[in-house]
């Protein structure tokens, strides 16, 4: 589903990554990883970005931010690197009925490469709203979760968390005390948190404008994303000013709100050229991007989605966010290739 158009703020998003169910199957991102190269780097080593200097986890901080948009409190997830140098920041907003422990392959992999990975839970748009919920009453609640209001506090739910980032980052004793480089800004996110994404990171809406807009973010990563539903796609997306990396797959549609990849694919063409990228795996389906299969889905996943996705999202984020001359060629070369299969497309501008 693509929003209405609103007179006075953004249009809802379009489609969401439902937890229909808290049993989900469990898919082959652990295999990918466990597959991924491991080892110590040297200088005269080529750039690998599945390379990880360590098999155990990132270190993971449970924190909350009281008092956060609207009165809700925010609970946050914060997997640190190993270095306690400041490291540059990756904000990770989830798709509908996901909380701050979703997504964890991607950011246990970009902890391990350096970055501090902070992954948003959106009260109101969480795993609460099907959690207690009787099963034929989930998908009712799921749809009614999907509105206007909670993606106008899930923009503010970002510029609330950066506020807080940097108080914490200054506070002494805090856990995240001198951890973060907050002049290096990354966003991402996947279905609802993928329309988040684009509205902090620069789309543009009818009558507001950039209002949601963030200047600290510095690159985004929008995983299933989609044009909005009324107006024009270059009126959209065509005044973004950081880099984008897009992601979707052949088969990506919503299982709620229904959204084709026709629009998912629409956001590419729109966007000015110079930073800006698009992944489209085949066969992929809407949680390929996410930690597990949805009861939705039509076949088993390809692991190798997996590694596609951690392989090119951290090359992104190493040539613009660490301004890496290696991670640059890479991503602007046959890398990508490398990690993609013959029906995968990849694309660059």
């Not at 540059?88 to 501090?116: D, K, M, N, Q």
């Not at 989930?138 to 506090?153: I, Q």
């Not at 991402?188 to 600290?216: E, K, Y």
């Not at 809407?286 to 596609?308: E, M, V, Y």
């Amino acid at each position: 589903m693509r929003p209405p158009a609103l007179p006075s703020r953004p249009p809802a998003p379009p489609p969401w990554c439902a937890r229909a169910r808290s049993a989900a199957v469990a898919t082959g991102f652990a295999l990918a990883l466990a597959t991924s190269a491991v080892a110590s780097s040297t200088d005269a080593a080529p750039y690998d970005p599945l390379r990880r200097e360590a098999r155990d986890p990132p270190a993971a901080v449970d924190l909350t931010l009281d008092g956060g948009p609207a009165g809700r409190d925010l609970p946050l997830r914060v997997r640190l690197p190993a270095a306690s140098a400041p490291a540059p920041v990756i904000l990770f907003s989830p798709g509908l009925g996901a909380s701050r422990t979703g997504y964890a392959y991607a950011g246990e992999h970009w902890a391990a490469r350096g970055y501090a990975v902070v992954h948003l839970q959106h009260p109101g748009s969480d795993d609460a709203v099907w959690k207690d919920v009787p099963p034929a009453r989930r998908l009712r609640a799921m749809k009614d979760a999907a509105s206007v209001r909670n993606f106008v506090l899930r923009a503010d739910d970002v510029r609330a968390t950066l506020d807080a980032l940097a108080r914490w980052n200054a506070e002494p004793g805090h856990a995240l005390r001198g951890r973060l480089d907050l002049g290096r800004v990354g966003m991402a996110g996947h279905s609802f948190g993928a329309v988040t994404t684009q509205a902090v990171a620069g789309q543009t809406f009818p009558q507001v404008g950039t209002r949601d807009a963030d200047a600290r973010i510095d690159a985004a990563l929008a995983l299933s994303p989609s044009a909005p539903r009324r107006g024009n796609a270059d009126a959209a997306f065509g005044s973004v000013r950081v880099p984008w990396l897009l992601m979707t797959g052949t088969r990506d549609g919503a299982p709620i709100g229904g959204a084709s990849i026709e629009s998912r694919r629409a956001v590419y063409p729109a966007l000015p050229p110079g930073g800006k990228y698009e992944l489209v795996l085949h066969d992929a389906e809407h949680s390929a991007f996410g930690d597990r299969a949805l009861p939705t889905d039509a076949a088993p996943r390809n692991p190798n989605h997996a590694r596609a996705v951690l392989a090119i999202s951290t090359a992104f984020w190493d040539a613009w966010l660490r301004e890496d001359a290696a991670a640059r060629a890479w991503l602007d070369g046959p890398g990508p290739r490398s990690v993609l299969e013959p029906a995968d497309a990849w694309q660059r501008k």
